[in-house]
Protein backbone atom coordinates (compact mmCIF):
# COMPACT_ATOMS: atom_id res chain seq x y z
CA UNK A 1 0.00 0.00 0.00
CA UNK A 2 1.31 3.70 -0.94
CA UNK A 3 -0.18 6.49 0.42
CA UNK A 4 0.01 9.86 -1.38
CA UNK A 5 -0.45 13.27 0.40
CA UNK A 6 -0.37 16.62 -2.18
CA UNK A 7 0.90 19.82 -0.63
CA UNK A 8 2.30 23.39 -2.52
CA UNK A 9 -1.24 24.18 -3.78
CA UNK A 10 -2.58 27.82 -3.26
CA UNK A 11 -3.54 31.11 -4.98
CA UNK A 12 -1.29 32.83 -7.40
CA UNK A 13 -1.78 35.43 -10.12
CA UNK A 14 -1.63 34.43 -13.63
CA UNK A 15 2.17 34.63 -14.81
CA UNK A 16 3.21 33.34 -11.20
CA UNK A 17 4.99 29.85 -9.95
CA UNK A 18 3.90 27.26 -7.93
CA UNK A 19 5.57 24.23 -7.07
CA UNK A 20 3.19 21.08 -5.82
CA UNK A 21 5.16 18.02 -3.67
CA UNK A 22 3.91 14.66 -3.14
CA UNK A 23 5.58 12.98 -0.40
CA UNK A 24 4.68 9.09 -0.23
CA UNK A 25 4.86 6.45 2.09
CA UNK A 26 6.65 3.22 2.00
CA UNK A 27 10.01 2.04 1.14
CA UNK A 28 9.41 1.18 -2.57
CA UNK A 29 8.72 4.54 -4.17
CA UNK A 30 11.61 3.79 -6.87
CA UNK A 31 9.28 0.65 -7.85
CA UNK A 32 6.46 3.34 -9.11
CA UNK A 33 6.61 5.96 -12.06
CA UNK A 34 4.39 9.03 -10.98
CA UNK A 35 2.08 10.97 -11.99
CA UNK A 36 0.58 14.53 -11.86
CA UNK A 37 -3.23 15.14 -13.43
CA UNK A 38 -5.90 17.49 -13.00
CA UNK A 39 -9.84 18.32 -12.69
CA UNK A 40 -11.01 21.36 -12.99
CA UNK A 41 -14.79 22.22 -11.78
CA UNK A 42 -17.36 20.86 -14.18
CA UNK A 43 -14.33 18.78 -16.11
CA UNK A 44 -12.87 15.73 -16.17
CA UNK A 45 -9.43 14.62 -14.92
CA UNK A 46 -7.07 15.27 -17.11
CA UNK A 47 -3.12 13.73 -17.36
CA UNK A 48 -0.69 16.63 -16.59
CA UNK A 49 2.57 15.00 -16.69
CA UNK A 50 4.38 11.55 -15.56
CA UNK A 51 7.94 10.36 -15.11
CA UNK A 52 9.43 7.14 -15.07
CA UNK A 53 11.08 5.24 -11.96
CA UNK A 54 14.47 6.51 -12.72
CA UNK A 55 13.35 9.95 -13.49
CA UNK A 56 15.14 10.04 -16.89
CA UNK A 57 11.67 9.88 -18.75
CA UNK A 58 9.26 12.62 -18.77
CA UNK A 59 5.72 13.17 -20.72
CA UNK A 60 4.16 16.56 -20.56
CA UNK A 61 0.47 17.45 -21.83
CA UNK A 62 0.52 19.74 -24.45
CA UNK A 63 -1.17 22.12 -22.66
CA UNK A 64 1.65 22.74 -19.64
CA UNK A 65 4.70 21.58 -22.58
CA UNK A 66 7.08 24.82 -21.32
CA UNK A 67 5.61 25.86 -18.45
CA UNK A 68 5.68 22.83 -15.93
CA UNK A 69 8.11 20.49 -15.30
CA UNK A 70 7.96 17.53 -13.25
CA UNK A 71 11.00 15.76 -10.79
CA UNK A 72 11.41 13.05 -8.03
CA UNK A 73 14.03 12.57 -5.09
CA UNK A 74 13.75 8.85 -4.99
CA UNK A 75 15.94 9.35 -1.82
CA UNK A 76 13.14 11.40 -0.14
CA UNK A 77 10.04 10.27 -1.63
CA UNK A 78 9.04 12.90 -3.21
CA UNK A 79 8.04 13.77 -6.30
CA UNK A 80 7.50 17.48 -7.84
CA UNK A 81 5.78 19.35 -10.15
CA UNK A 82 7.02 22.82 -10.54
CA UNK A 83 4.47 25.01 -12.25
CA UNK A 84 5.49 28.56 -13.93
CA UNK A 85 3.75 31.16 -16.27
CA UNK A 86 0.60 29.93 -15.03
CA UNK A 87 -3.02 30.75 -16.72
CA UNK A 88 -6.23 31.19 -15.23
CA UNK A 89 -7.27 28.07 -17.24
CA UNK A 90 -4.77 25.71 -15.08
CA UNK A 91 -6.80 26.22 -12.13
CA UNK A 92 -7.86 22.50 -10.87
CA UNK A 93 -7.54 19.91 -8.29
CA UNK A 94 -3.99 18.68 -9.13
CA UNK A 95 -3.44 14.97 -8.09
CA UNK A 96 -0.45 13.04 -7.30
CA UNK A 97 -0.76 9.24 -8.66
CA UNK A 98 1.54 6.16 -8.50
CA UNK A 99 1.65 3.41 -11.33
CA UNK A 100 3.50 0.30 -10.45
CA UNK A 101 4.21 0.06 -14.75
CA UNK A 102 7.10 1.22 -15.75
CA UNK A 103 5.94 4.28 -17.33
CA UNK A 104 2.45 5.14 -15.77
CA UNK A 105 1.24 6.61 -19.04
CA UNK A 106 -1.44 9.81 -19.73
CA UNK A 107 -4.33 7.83 -18.89
CA UNK A 108 -5.81 7.34 -15.35
CA UNK A 109 -6.59 3.85 -15.53
CA UNK A 110 -2.88 2.85 -15.48
CA UNK A 111 -2.37 4.22 -11.62
CA UNK A 112 -2.33 2.05 -8.57
CA UNK A 113 -2.51 4.92 -5.82
CA UNK A 114 -3.98 8.83 -5.77
CA UNK A 115 -3.69 10.95 -3.55
CA UNK A 116 -6.67 13.54 -1.89
CA UNK A 117 -5.60 16.44 -4.19
CA UNK A 118 -4.17 20.31 -3.81
CA UNK A 119 -6.30 22.97 -5.28
CA UNK A 120 -4.64 25.29 -6.93
CA UNK A 121 -6.01 28.34 -8.16
CA UNK A 122 -4.87 31.47 -10.51
CA UNK A 123 -6.28 34.31 -10.63
CA UNK A 124 -6.59 36.76 -13.80
Known amino acids: QVQLVESGGGLVQAGGSLRLSCATSGRTFSSYAMGWFRQAPGKEREFVST????????NYADSVKGRFTISRDNAKNLVYLQMNSLKPEDTAVYYCAASSKLTGGTNGSGYDYWGQGTQVTVSS
Open 51 to 58: ISRSGVRR
